[in-house]
């Protein structure tokens, strides 16, 4: 996006280049889709899912793998357009993750990929452990908006055959997140109006740097000061046929437009000169 400044993610990615898990989301699916058909295919009794999913009294008696094993449960309906239920929509949805999560791994680096996705793992689980409920579903979100944010106007086939741009999915998707946020907090239930804004939460930090950069690139561009410095070049161009006149030689660039000027500040006044005399000039005092 607009990466301006380093920021403390990217100092920690370049001191530790070798941290991270490689295919990452490649594992995830895997594991969504394993866990899945072994439930599906099972002859009844105790589901795989049921072990592994989290539950914070049984984290508490001892159960720990759940903290990690939760992460590998499928969704449905993390989506706008993967709602439902089946192997269809758990195929579909494993296979999207893979791809967007590849995307960002590619364009991230290994390193902060995994840093984005762990951390919102981590975020998710503090919750659970607070609340007793805890959900990828949200998670998964948020690594979406993410990749909505980096390729806006990447197309995608919405079920297979509307081509769609992913910023509207993600507009669509976002307005479906405040409704679940209002719709719990009118049902009074605060755990489930609060894990979507901690899950998302994870995203925000991640982009904040871009988005204050942006918000200030934007302030410039609209200030009134530089609305005037426009307007006041584009009236002495006007006026004069010119903005940038050489002290030395008198090349303007109306005469050479590929010609570069500077301002010296060296000389005591607004001087300007061509690339060929700004440092061939006798300093104005």
């Known amino acids: 996006m607009y990466q301006n400044n380093v920021s403390w993610l990217d100092k920690f990615c370049a001191r530790h280049p070798k941290f991270g898990i490689p295919n990452l989301m ?13 439930d599906l295919f ?8 049921s072990i592994l999913s989290f539950s914070r009294s049984a984290i508490l008696r001892g159960q720990i793998w759940r903290l990690v094993s939760f992460v590998f449960l499928s969704e449905s309906g993390d989506l706008l357009f993967f709602r439902g239920t089946g192997i269809f929509f758990v195929l579909i949805s494993a296979y999207f993750y893979w791809w967007i999560g590849s995307l960002l791994e590619r364009e991230w680096g290994t390193t902060k990929f995994t840093v984005f996705y762990l951390g919102g793992v981590v975020l998710n689980i ?4 607070l609340t007793g409920y805890a959900s990828m579903s949200y998670v998964n979100l948020s690594m979406f908006f993410a990749f909505a944010t980096l390729y806006p106007n990447m197309e995608i086939l919405l079920f297979m055959i509307l081509p769609v741009r992913v910023k509207w999915i993600a507009w669509l998707d976002g307005a479906l997140f405040v409704w679940a946020v209002l719709s719990n907090l009118i049902m009074g239930y605060w755990a489930g109006a609060l894990l979507p804004v901690v899950a998302i939460l994870n995203y925000l930090i991640f982009f904040w740097p871009d988005f204050r950069y942006l918000f200030a690139k934007t302030k410039r561009r609209t200030s009134a000061q530089t609305i005037n410095f426009k307007r006041a070049q584009k009236e002495l161009r006007e006026r004069r046929g010119y903005l940038h006149k050489c002290a030395v030689c008198g090349v303007t660039d109306q005469d050479d437009p590929g010609m570069e000027f ?18 061939n000039h006798t300093h104005v005092q």
């Open 26 to 38: 490649l594992y995830i699916a895997v594991g969504n889709v394993a866990i899945y058909l072994i």
């Open 42 to 49: 099972s002859m009844g009794g105790l589901s795989l899912a």
């Open 126 to 129: 503090l919750y659970g452990m």
């Open 262 to 279: 500077r301002y010296c500040s060296k000389c005591n006044g607004y001087y300007c000169y061509c690339a060929n005399h700004i440092n």
